[in-house]
């Protein structure tokens, strides 16, 4: 035995050397016995050096690198084709083993590895020099390869025979690679040339972890490189940290881009087309490169799909061929060639070798799947980032009005960016589909015609019948999930406004009333949810039974149609051919449903991103810019200003052109400048010079002229300003000035009148403007507004509750639609603004005051003092890095305004919009706050301040007054012409100021005796220290021409000139420490909002029999029994097929070899009855156990559900101020939906496919015992893939989960503060935000879909293991004749089926275990504790009239928002008769809110007791307390619903009581005017309603619950000062004589009539008296507030 085999001349050459195949084919093994060892050599050598040791993420990718890879797996696989060949080949020489037939193909493989593994190891080194080695292997191999072909042609091997087409394919690849090698040679000139051309690595290497982009292609198709992270998460638990950076090219900013230009442009074409803009279009045109590439692989793997059914039955009849007596190999045996060489049809017709043709098809078609699988999931994934991108950037351009009118709620857009997103996602996963499932069809129709003939047609039309049919019953699906997701968003919306407005419900014991709200809802989702669930089944049944049903039709037909007998290769070949058709039908459920969520997602998503959208500031209309001037008789001149430069000597020169009309240019209104001191201020003042003339100051600012100081300005025979000459003595009067101008008429000069130049421009004007909140009707809200407000002027705006004020400003911000008119900006103008209800951050302190700028320590410092806001921050727990929960939920009114007011302060806008921030402030606060922000700041650093006031105090500040009434502007203009607009308005204002002279009178207090004011003949004057909280009933204002010290009067219109400056001698208490804070503390100090659990480990057992229990233990054994019958039953029907199949061959046999009974024919009724009695059972119980699981599954939601919903309205109320809003909102919404949707389908496929693989093993075995031999050692390595695969997977799925939250909480957020962020245009900041976050939840979702595909590609390769054990097994078996062949080709059957099995079953199982987390976390809620409602004394039982007295005792009371937190009340005792009228006051964050809270058990009472009529509180059920007490709380909250619905959510009380309880709180002529009245549909938070109008309604609510106890908390802050009074008339009348209650007011006058003040300070309760008493005590902390208030 040699190397050449036995065969005499094996050796010889005498003929020639090519006549000798051995001699070649050991030439042939030179070159690559060469290549291997200098490849491992140099290898080694690098590895092992200092550079090789060293860990690199800097490799590249060499041009041609993927058609390298694709070569020489090609090149791989067919030296394993040689190889086969080889063997075959050798085995036809009985005498000798011929290893020159296999050897060289063994080293040429090798060689082959080795190579790539070089080329990898030199792409790493980035050292392409080292490719010459390879540039010399491939021409070498190709050349002695083309010596072997000669060779092989001199020995007379035609084509018929096998090895000559490998050695041809073998030679062309060899060729290309040198091809491939020359090109890079060419590109890199890595070598004989000078400059070489190095590629660099990719930068995104050195911050992402996530690096499929850049590694090769083997480790890309596999995931190999997937494995580090593995590793790491099964020896570590994984964490956000461990998985690094998202690659850029998964960013969502770059998603968003591609998106958001698709859809431009698509929206641009359909306005063209006079059509809606497609979404589906704008998608697939962003990301169809890559759906392609997907498509591709998609293709090919289907069509290696068939490859197995198709080789069944050439397997079975080769196994009947061999195990038959008389078979003998043939082979070609010609004495013309030396050796006997394998032909090519007996090769490919080998049954061994047709096993090894299945398992590398099936190793190509599942590394396709996996890679199409990845590729759309990818996509879907950046499509997801995309539209959520897309949703946010649509809010913050959404006008208002289409949310407050509800055409979009709250609840609607977080269903875009959850529901929405993610059913789009869904569509890309299936998105191939759309025609691979018909493809599939019809490739296996036609395979099944060549197998069967008509009547396998007529059995596969079956098959096609059931796709129209499950369309159809896809278009009711979609119909019924349209339905279901009104009633999703419903709940979801009841849901964000029950955690948006618990505080209040906990208050007015509305638990159960809410409760039940959200139960009805969630019973109508349910009752849909149900026959969704059905549909779906019914889908999927018909995709199992429709192949079973075409099967036994198309058997059931050839018994009679056919003209052969029904052999078992044809028979279990058309099974599988079923079989496969089934996967796609079986698909169709989970295609159709996404299909159908992605078309309803769709049609909601356009018209939403089609909206109205706000006029931007910035894109508004900009004018050219004027001056005006006011002459001494108070007429207002406008003059057109256009500057410009004299060509000839450069002088500016300034034509005025007198113009009324605003239809020209931008004019100013003419204003008096203030008096007060200027300096430094950067103002753009002229001063004023003697002898009428006028010379430009040189501290002054001259951007808006644009002209230098000292210059002359040319007279024209127009209105002009002067100016003297250069050399021209300038004189200061405090930087205002004066300005002589005059009149040339006919060319001669008129004597000049003394003006005074206000403004040079306008900062924002609106003309003749009617806006609307409706975007139907258009109906104006606002009409005949004409508002022009000049740079660096203070402009209040007053009117009463509803008069439009805020509507105002939402117009002048462009978040009204206007319906006529113009609103229009000067360029270049920063505004800031500070909302009614202020807007806070999640975040802390500092950063919600910086708010985006950068910080500066002196700018804050000096923030924080204006604002006062350094006694609270001492209070804080971590000072300015204390973290303010969702809403500023930790903090006070006045805290949160004051925060707010310094964000304002900080930004350093040139305009600021206040829309009645002092409303929620203490007097003193507020007038420290406006004396230190806005007169000393913002007013004398020229900015310009818009306010909305109810506050009179501050009118006599004002440059200009805006009076709203009845939506419209009834007055414009200053305070001095009030007496002849208007008398009465004027002397009701009037008669307010005596009020408060009066009460000032009557407490006579040294202290205040210098601030007494002094009467001026029938007028009154003011000083500089104003009296405290002056209002009156249309809140007018007064007009201040000038700031001093000394008197004046606001109503002497000849007062327009007043000299002095201001005093600022005086330190305010208020004034700041030297630091910003003194408390040296960690920012974890000041957390409040806790990071959200996160769960390690598997999700635990009692997770699933908690699941289990909900859906009823019985029901779900029930379900598992019927499946496993089912299962049964089909495995069944299949061994009877077998049976017949291999009866029906058997009686062939016999029949073609007994001529003399040709004539019988076999008996096919008692097979076709037995296979179809076994399958029509099995499809009955598949549809039977389908629905029971659903409803199973579906009973288990809606229990959870149940449970979680209660549990969260008894939880603490301190639980919802440390879990943000979106946190929560995730469990009701995402994870409820996880659960209804998804759970019961992910558990009803891993019951069919776990079923199945276990039916296959056993199949298998029965068949063949030696299977086990094989199956068992992979099952076992499948179960430790699978677990080594889970630990990771599951900590990936709970960080998905996880960070899911901070993008809900975050979108929550902006949609509550849309309008402040538009007005401080920080859009891109918070886009920036939502980037981020979305990115942080992208990372370990594509992480855990790549891991996917990582275990996906191993078990499909572990399966392709199983299919090939399987068919060697069985195959060796029939061949030894130890089983029926027809056997053979059931096991290869079911292990094809194996393969997907396994996946679909770790798959799911994933799944399963994703949506059993969350199940967990509803689990998490349903555990969470409750509010204390338990005494250890137990509880006691209070009559139905209790209270009946309203008395309160406080015994040594201390209170804490939380255990480990300070206490807000210190040991506070007192106690208050029943019937007795409390104020109580004290500075904000005192405690006074706290202390009206505990009354309601809404705090922590750490020591002490609080009584009521003698009932210990806390012993009292805590429903029953709260619903017997009544609060109108700080901040008015309205639910949506109708106004009724609002009182009165339990319908219990009639019509009449409404009314009365409107009429109290002067709301009932507001609501008869409304449509529908009480029925009036009020929109989400109660937007459609100002925020006093909130609180008088909030006001009217408690009036109708008769309660003995009323707390009012700061209920009136808001409303106008008439209103005011008579609801504290109404308080003090006698219908509420007996009544106990207790207001906690920031105007100290509503209280002064009261029977008892509570001062608190601190937490500690420092007075508590009859009003007179402390007032009559000079030192008291009530006087002090009151004097601190005064002035």
């Known amino acids: 035995m040699g190397f050449c085999g036995s065969m005499p001349n094996a050796m010889s050459v005498k003929h020639g050397v090519l006549h000798n195949t051995c001699f070649v084919d050991v030439l042939n093994m030179i070159p690559h016995i060469l290549l291997v060892l200098i490849c491992v050599f140099i290898i080694t050598v690098w590895n092992h050096s200092v550079i090789g040791k060293i860990k690199v993420t800097t490799w590249v990718h060499f041009q041609g690198h993927n058609i390298r890879w694709i070569l020489t797996l090609t090149l791989i696989f067919l030296n394993i084709v040689q190889i086969a060949e080889g063997v075959i080949s050798d085995s036809h020489d009985p005498d000798s083993v011929n290893y020159h037939t296999f050897v060289p193909q063994c080293i040429a493989a090798l060689a082959t590895i080795v190579s790539i593994v070089y080329y990898h190891n030199v792409e790493m080194w980035n050292s392409p020099k080292f490719l010459l080695v390879l540039m010399i292997y491939w021409p070498s191999a190709s050349v002695l390869k083309i010596l072997k072909a000669i060779s092989l042609y001199k020995n007379n091997l035609t084509i018929e025979y096998l090895k000559p087409w490998l050695l041809w394919i073998a030679i062309s690849i060899y060729l290309t690679m040198f091809f491939v090698e020359l090109n890079l040679l060419r590109i890199q000139r890595y070598s004989f040339f000078k400059n070489a051309r190095l590629l660099k690595p990719p930068p995104d290497l050195e911050h992402t972890k996530y690096v499929h982009s850049y590694v090769n292609f083997l480790s890309k198709a596999v995931y190999w490189w997937v494995t580090d992270l593995m590793v790491d998460g099964f020896r570590h638990t994984l964490d956000q940290e461990r998985l690094g950076h998202l690659p850029y090219s998964e960013k969502a900013s770059v998603q968003y881009k591609k998106l958001m230009a698709a859809f431009e442009e698509e929206k641009f074409q359909a306005s063209q087309q006079n059509r809606p803009p497609s979404l589906t279009k704008s998608y697939l045109k962003a990301f169809w490169k890559m759906l392609l590439l997907a498509g591709i692989f998609r293709l090919c793997g289907d069509l290696c799909s068939f490859v197995g059914p198709v080789c069944i039955e050439y397997i079975i009849d080769y196994a009947y061929d061999v195990s038959s007596t008389d078979y003998q190999p043939s082979y070609n045996s010609s004495s013309s060639l030396l050796f006997p060489y394998v032909t090519l049809g007996e090769f490919v017709w080998n049954g061994y070798i047709l096993s090894v043709i299945i398992f590398l098809a099936s190793i190509l078609q599942h590394s396709f799947f996996q890679n199409h699988h990845f590729i759309v999931i990818r996509e879907g994934i950046r499509l997801r980032s995309a539209i959520q991108s897309l949703v946010y950037d649509k809010s913050l351009k959404l006008s208002t009005l289409v949310m407050s009118c509800g055409t979009t709620t709250v609840g609607q857009i977080m269903n875009h960016m959850t529901i929405d997103a993610t059913f789009l996602m869904h569509l890309f996963f299936f998105i191939h589909y759309i025609w691979a499932m018909p493809l599939m069809v019809i490739l296996g129709l036609l395979f099944l015609y060549l197998k069967l003939g008509v009547s396998a047609v007529i059995g596969g039309m079956v098959v096609v019948l059931c796709g129209p049919l499950m369309y159809g019953m896809g278009v009711v699906l979609s119909k019924l999930q349209k339905r279901v997701l009104v009633f999703t968003d419903r709940r979801i919306k009841q849901v964000n406004e029950l955690v948006h407005g618990m505080k209040v419900i906990k208050l007015l014991a509305w638990e159960d009333v809410f409760a039940k709200s959200i139960e009805k809802t969630r019973a109508l989702e349910i009752r849909l949810l149900f026959p969704i669930m059905c549909i779906r089944g019914l889908i999927g049944f018909i995709g199992m039974a429709a192949p079973t049903i075409g099967a036994i039709i198309t058997f059931s037909l050839y018994s009679y149609l056919g003209d052969h007998p ?568 299949n061994f009877s097929l077998s049976m017949w199949s291999s009866d029906s061959s058997a009686f062939d046999r016999n029949l073609s070899g007994n001529r003399w009974n040709s004539s019988s024919q076999f008996d096919n009724g008692p097979y076709l009855t037995m296979y179809t009695s076994l399958a029509f059972s099995a499809i009955v119980l598949a549809l039977i156990a389908t629905i029971i699981l659903y409803y199973t599954t579906l009973h288990g939601s809606a229990h959870l559900f149940k449970a979680m919903l209660h549990k969260i309205l008894k939880v603490s109320p301190r639980f919802f101020e440390k879990n943000p809003s979106g946190r929560i909102l995730n469990r009701f919404s995402a994870d409820v939906i996880a659960v209804d949707q998804r759970l019961s389908s992910n558990i009803e496929v891993l019951l069919r496919c776990g079923l199945n693989a276990v039916e296959a093993i056993i199949v298998n075995s029965i068949t063949t015992p030696y299977f086990l031999i094989a199956a068992l050692p992979l099952i076992v390595l499948y179960y430790c893939l699978q677990r080594f695969f889970r630990s990771s997977s599951r900590e990936l799925q709970r960080l998905d989960s996880v960070t899911k939250s901070p993008i809900f909480s975050l979108f929550s957020e902006t949609l509550n503060g849309l309008q402040t962020i538009r007005a401080f245009r920080v859009q891109t900041d918070f886009k920036r935000r939502i980037f981020a976050a979305i990115d942080k939840n992208v990372m370990p979702f594509l992480y855990l879909h790549t891991t996917n595909r990582w275990l996906g590609v191993r078990l499909d390769y572990l399966g392709c293991f199983l299919v090939f054990f399987s068919a060697v097994c069985s195959l060796s078996a029939g061949a030894l004749g130890h089983t029926n062949p027809a056997f053979i080709g059931l096991c290869i059957t079911y292990a094809l089926l194996i393969s997907n099995q396994l996946n679909w079953i770790v798959r799911t199982s994933a799944d399963i275990e994703l949506n059993m987390n969350a199940v967990e976390r509803m689990e998490e809620y349903i555990e969470l504790p409750q509010e204390e409602n338990t005494h250890e004394d137990g509880k006691i039982t209070v009559t139905d009239d209790w209270p009946d007295h309203g008395s309160i005792e406080f015994h040594n009371v201390c209170l804490a928002y939380d255990a480990d937190l300070e206490p807000v009340l210190n040991h506070a005792t007192f106690s208050i008769n029943g019937g007795e009228k409390i104020g109580l006051c004290g500075r904000t964050g005192s405690g006074k809110s706290s202390l009206a809270l505990s009354l309601f058990r809404m705090l922590e009472l750490t020591c002490g007791e609080i009584y009521i009529d003698d009932k210990n509180i806390h012993r009292v059920d805590l429903s029953t307390l709260r619903s017997r007490l009544a609060i109108i709380p700080q901040d008015p909250f309205l639910f949506s619903g109708s106004v009724r619905h609002n009182m009165d959510p339990t319908y219990q009380v009639d019509d009449d009581q409404l009314w009365a309880a409107l009429g109290v709180v002067q709301m009932k002529e507001v609501i008869e005017n409304l449509e529908g009245q009480l029925d009036f549909t009020v929109s989400e938070g109660g937007d459609n309603f100002s925020v006093g109008q909130k609180q008088l309604l909030c006001l009217a609510r408690a009036f109708l619950r008769d309660s003995k106890i009323i707390i009012l908390d700061e209920a009136t802050a808001s409303i106008d000062m008439s209103t005011d009074k008579k609801l504290q008339e109404v308080v003090m009348d006698s219908a509420f004589k007996n009544k106990t209650i207790l207001t906690i007011a920031h105007r100290v006058t509503t209280i002064l009539n009261y029977d008892r003040i509570l001062v608190l300070d601190y937490g500690n309760i420092v007075e508590f008296d009859s009003p007179q008493t402390l007032l009559d005590t000079p030192k008291s902390y009530f006087s002090t507030l009151i004097k601190e208030a005064s002035k």
């Not at 250069?726 to 005059?742: F, G, K, L, N």
């Not at 699941?1107 to 029901?1115: H, K």
């Open 566 to 1133: 029904l052999t078992a290769g044809r028979a279990l070949s058309t099974l599988a051919l079923f079989n496969l058709l089934s996967f796609p039908l079986s698909l169709l459920t989970i295609f159709s449903s996404s299909l159908a969520n992605a078309m309803v997602s769709n049609k909601r998503l356009v018209p939403f991103l089609t909206a109205l959208e706000m006029t931007d500031t910035e894109k508004l209309g900009r004018r050219t810019q004027s001056i005006a001037v006011e002459t001494s008789d108070n007429e207002l001149v406008k003059l057109d200003s256009s500057v410009f430069i004299d060509g000839e000597d450069g002088i500016p020169l300034t034509n005025l052109r007198t113009n009324m009309s605003c239809a020209g240019s931008m004019s100013s209104v003419a204003s008096r400048t203030p008096t007060h001191s200027r300096q430094n201020s950067g103002a753009s003042l002229l001063d004023a010079l003697d002898n009428k003339r006028l010379s430009l100051n040189q501290n002054a600012s001259y951007e808006c002229l644009d002209v230098k100081p000292n210059t002359m300005i040319r007279k024209t025979s127009a209105p002009v300003i002067s100016t003297v000459d250069s050399d021209q003595h300038v004189r200061h009067r405090h930087h205002s000035t004066v300005v002589s101008t005059a009149v040339s008429t006919d060319g001669g000069v008129e004597d000049g009148d003394d003006v005074t130049v206000i403004e040079l421009r306008i900062v924002v004007e609106i003309s003749k403007g009617s806006f609307s909140w409706d975007v139907s009707t258009k109906e104006p809200v606002l009409t005949d507004i004409d508002v022009k407000i000049a740079a660096g002027k203070l402009v209040l705006i007053v009117g009463p509750v509803g008069s439009g004020k805020s509507s105002l400003l939402a117009a002048m911000l462009g978040e009204m639609i206007t319906v006529s008119g113009c609103v229009e900006w000067a360029r270049n103008i920063n505004i800031a603004l500070v909302s009614q209800r202020p807007w806070l951050m999640n975040a802390s302190v500092r950063n919600n005051i910086l708010f985006g700028k950068k910080f500066s320590y002196k700018r804050y410092r000096k923030v924080l003092a204006m604002c006062a806001l350094y006694q609270d921050l001492e209070m804080f727990p971590a000072g300015d890095l204390t973290e303010i929960g969702e809403k500023g939920i930790n903090l006070s009114g006045g805290q949160k305004q004051r925060v707010a007011i310094a964000r304002a302060m900080y930004s350093g806008a040139d305009t600021i919009l206040l829309d009645d921030p002092f409303s929620a402030l203490d007097a003193h606060v507020g007038n420290h706050v406006f004396e230190e922000a806005i007169l000393k700041h913002l007013i004398r650093k020229k900015k310009t301040v818009v306010l909305v006031t109810h506050q009179l105090q501050y009118l006599t500040q004002a440059n200009d007054v805006i009076v709203m009434k009845d939506c419209a502007i009834s007055f414009h203009g200053k305070v001095n012409q009030l007496k002849k607009y208007d008398l009465e308005l004027y002397e009701s204002w009037r008669k307010a100021v005596k009020d408060v002279k009066a009460f000032e009178i009557r407490n006579k207090d040294s202290d205040l005796e210098h601030t007494r004011s002094k009467s001026v003949t029938g007028e009154i004057s003011f000083e500089r220290e104003r009296p405290h909280t002056l209002q009156s009933n249309m809140s007018l204002p007064g007009h201040a021409a000038h700031r001093t010290v000394s008197q004046m009067s606001v109503m002497t219109e000849a007062s327009n000139e007043d000299g002095g400056s201001s005093d600022d001698g005086q330190t305010s208490k208020l004034m700041p420490s030297p630091s910003i804070t003194t408390k040296k503390v960690s920012t974890e100090h000041g957390r409040l909002v806790e990071t959200e659990h996160k769960e390690t480990g598997a999700v635990a057992l009692p997770i699933y029999l908690r699941f289990l229990r909900s859906c009823t233990i019985p029901l779900c054994l029930v379900t598992i029994l019927l499946h496993i019958i089912n299962q049964s039953l089909l495995v069944a029907s």
